[in-house]
């Protein structure tokens, strides 16, 4: 675990989140910011397209990854505290799917924790999470869950019921600095974008909402999928 110092960062983010061409939106996020400015965690699901109740899988694993996280707000951010989370998470996807008549569903999750100057970043299927540093390009980028078959991308591990092994995230933690920006997002985003444009949009002199703004105007052009982002910016 990395060393924190004292130094709260001040954070400024904005979310987006659109159905596109889809005719429902899979997608669910959410976004946890304590009052003092100490503590920030930001979350992304995608619920899996082909599967049944995809919607509802992003959703289940959203609140209950954001339930425990707020329940054990005093616990620093560890590996353990990552792993149990989603832990969690998996055994209210089952509770939900069993609801549903054992229903298989399924769904992505990307996630950073901001404790003091301390980014924790996990993620489980094609979600992404961008780090950018000023003036220093890409600082850190997930590699997607995924194998290729003829030209097929197929989820190699994803938050899924009923199947145990593929529950446990690849999580890193790193040092903030102010002027770094993070990028959540579900893959209908970051395949609308090329990777340079999307770079360099990011660390455009604007606000947040402003960048997202121009990520929409992108994804509707150029997506066929839902697509969701936060982003947010270190001070």
Known sequence: MLNENNRNMNIQYATLSKTGKRSNNEDAFNVIQSDDNSRWLGIICDG??????GEVASETVIKAFTDYWMENDKEKDT????NNACLFAYNELNKCADSLKHAEMGTTMVMASIEGNIVTVAHIGDSRC?????DGGLLYQTEDHVNQ????ETLSRCLFSYNASNHVPDMVQLHLEAGDR???CSDGLYKSIYPYILQERMMDNKSPEDILDTFNFLCEKNGDDNYTAILAYIE
């Open 182 to 184: 993070i990028l959540l």
């Open 79 to 82: 590996e353990d505290k990552v």
């Open 149 to 152: 078959f003829w030209g097929w």
């Open 48 to 53: 899996l397209g082909g599967h049944a109740f």
């Open 130 to 134: 961008y780090i950018l540093r000023k």
